[in-house]
């Protein structure tokens, strides 16, 4: 079962990094991004090796830079070493690096990052027992913790195109959720 997942990028792809992470966040997985957990008294080297040694799966955020990246080489090399289950999220594009050419990946273009992400989620889902939501509000900001859609009514709402819905159990506003993402809005 998968609980923590290591997001492997490049400097430059931090901010994708980060939506990555907070997308995980949402359905109840903890997520390991090196480059954004910055400690004066520890490399980036022992940071990179901590978090994969204590995560089931690395997420490999391969964009054209990233792809090229010698860090993000190096940490699917650490990865494969310790037979994680790795994703490789793949931009348009770019190619795969070597270690992991055998994959295959979820393609992505940067305007349609949110549905690469959301079928990732959908991926993690099938591997895993996600039951739980953490959505903070976007009207009162306070976060609330409720039974995770079930995945046939995410299929249906991504079909339509529509939002998931909810009711905030603070402010009782109603609040949309992105259904790739869980991301919500007003």
Request: aromatic residues 6%; glycine residues 4%.
């Amino acid at each position: 079962m998968i609980s923590k997942v290591y997001i492997s990028h490049c400097p430059a792809d931090e901010d994708m990094a980060l939506q990555l992470a907070a997308a995980l966040w949402r359905v109840g997985l903890e997520s390991y991004v090196a480059l954004y957990n910055l400690s004066p008294a520890i490399s980036l080297a022992e940071r990179a090796s901590f978090g994969l040694h204590s995560s089931e799966c690395l997420v490999a955020l391969l964009t054209e830079k990233g792809s090229t990246s010698a860090q993000v080489c190096q940490e699917i090399g650490l990865a494969r070493g310790l037979d994680l289950l790795i994703i490789p999220l793949l931009e348009e594009g770019a190619t795969l690096p070597f270690l992991i050419e055998h994959l295959r990946p979820l393609l992505f273009r940067e305007e349609r990052y949110a549905d690469a992400v959301g079928l990732l989620i959908k991926t993690l889902r099938e591997l895993s027992r996600l039951e739980w939501l953490k959505v903070a509000c976007p009207k009162c900001g306070e976060e609330m913790t409720q039974y995770l859609t079930p995945q046939e009514e995410v299929e249906e709402a991504l079909e339509k195109g529509t939002f998931l819905e909810t009711i905030c159990s603070y402010c009782q506003n109603r609040v949309q959720l992105d259904a790739r993402t869980f991301e919500p809005r007003l």
